[in-house]
Structures are given as structure tokens and as C-alpha cells.
């Protein structure tokens, strides 16, 4: 049940390492402990965070995890191998009023994308949604009147989650323009989104939505590494 995007995180990592492997003629699947090593060092010279280093070494974990269970290796190299340090930080937010400043940049924009625009906002404002589970919604999350979300997250688990009087308004009116953003192309999986795009998802992508509040903010005059 895992989502589509830790699935291509998970891929993306894979291919870091195969490359890495590749590069001094090695298999990926080959690998001793002293290569991974090699590997880890290499992300840390990138100047990669800990964080970011230590799911590389769990993909690569589990990558040797389903060679063992499969019968291709007999150990796990990755088991001698530390995992980066991960210290603690404190959680980022925006103020209240760095909302209010949001919410009221989205009104900004001009036609159909600033409809749009304000549309994220007010959910993501009224229900406290992750990104991922907001630009993937269904057109179906859409509950009867407009007052719920019906939301799918980890694990295939499903909620109802309520929208705020400005979110339902704003809801509707997106819904008035949504077909505005169905594309030529791909048609068939993109009309079964919430907000539909030319994307290979078929719904707006996470990099798309976070290009998008960037120039709210930068409209907004809040300071864009905290959104």
C-alpha cells in the first residue's frame, strides 16, 4: 500500500546507488558493505542532509532485505553499515497572519489559475491536508453538498474531513472552471482528478503546487523558505 511517490522516491534512490555501482563496475545487487560506505561518504561530499542520506541507506536496506528473501544473497551488506545522524529540528510554520497574507495574495491572480490558486489555500487552510493528499484528490473526494472531503491517506485508510465556509465557496467555484485545466492529451486518467493536469499522474504534481505558492508568497511578501 505504499504511495505512489514513496514508490518513486524508493526508485530514485535505487538508481543513485545502481549508478554509483555501475560507475566502478559493479552490480547494484553485487555490492559489499565497504562499496555502500563508499556511497554514503559520496552523498555526504554532495552535501546531502542526514535525513535525506539515511532514506537512501533504508532504500538500499530494504533493496538487500528482498535480494535475502528471494535467495540471490545470503547476507545483508547494509547491516554493518551506521546510519547518518538526524538531529533534532525545530518544526517550521507560518505565523497567522503570514496565512492571512497567503489567503489574500490568491485573490491577486487573475481567470481560472487564481480560481484555482485560492481554491488550494482555503482547503489546505480548513482542513490542515498534506500536499500530496490534496493535489491527488479525486473528483469523487467531493461529498454530496460540498461540506466534506472525503479523503484517502496512508495505508488505503479513508476520512471525512469538513471544509470551512470560504473553502466550500471556493470549492465551487473552481468547480466551475475545473475543465479549464483537463488536458488534450490524457484525458481519460486526468477527468478522474480533483485538479487535473497534463502531468503522467494525471493530477497536479507536488513540484508544480510548491512553484505555484512560491509566487503567492513572493506576491504576499512572505518569506518563501518558510512556505
Do not use: C, W
Not at 23 to 49: F, H, N, V
Not at 77 to 84: C, F, H, L, T, W
Not at 195 to 203: I, L, N, V, Y
Not at 204 to 225: D, H, N, P, Y
Amino acid at each position: 500500500n505504499a504511495s505512489a511517490n514513496t514508490i518513486e522516491s524508493y526508485e530514485r534512490d535505487l538508481v543513485g546507488f545502481a549508478d554509483f555501482a555501475t560507475a566502478r563496475r559493479k552490480l547494484p545487487e553485487d555490492a559489499d558493505t565497504r562499496l555502500i560506505k563508499g556511497y554514503m561518504k559520496e552523498l555526504s561530499s554532495r552535501g546531502m542532509s542526514p535525513r535525506t542520506a539515511a532514506r537512501h541507506l533504508s532504500s538500499i536496506r530494504m533493496f538487500f532485505r528482498f535480494l535475502f528473501a528471494d535467495g540471490v544473497r545470503t547476507d545483508n551488506p547494509v547491516d554493518a553499515v551506521d546510519s547518518p545522524v538526524i538531529g533534532k529540528s525545530l518544526p517550521k510554520y507560518l505565523s497567522e497572519e503570514d496565512v492571512e497574507k497567503l489567503l489574500l495574495a490568491t485573490h491577486q491572480f487573475e481567470g481560472v489559475e487564481g480560481v484555482r490558486l485560492v481554491v488550494f489555500l482555503e482547503i489546505l487552510y480548513a482542513t490542515g491536508l498534506r500536499v500530496s493528499e490534496l493535489v491527488s484528490l479525486p473528483l469523487s473526494a467531493v461529498a454530496g453538498d460540498g461540506r466534506m472531503l472525503i479523503v484517502r491517506g496512508k495505508g488505503g485508510k479513508e476520512r471525512m474531513v469538513p471544509l470551512s465556509e470560504p473553502a466550500m465557496e471556493a470549492l465551487s467555484n473552481y468547480r466551475d472552471v475545473r475543465d479549464h485545466f483537463l488536458p488534450n492529451q490524457r484525458q481519460h486518467i486526468a477527468s478522474s482528478f480533483l485538479f487535473p493536469s497534463r502531468s503522467k499522474e494525471g493530477h497536479l504534481t507536488r513540484a508544480r503546487f510548491a512553484q505555484l505558492l512560491k509566487e503567492v508568497a513572493i506576491v504576499a511578501g512572505v518569506e518563501t523558505k518558510r512556505v
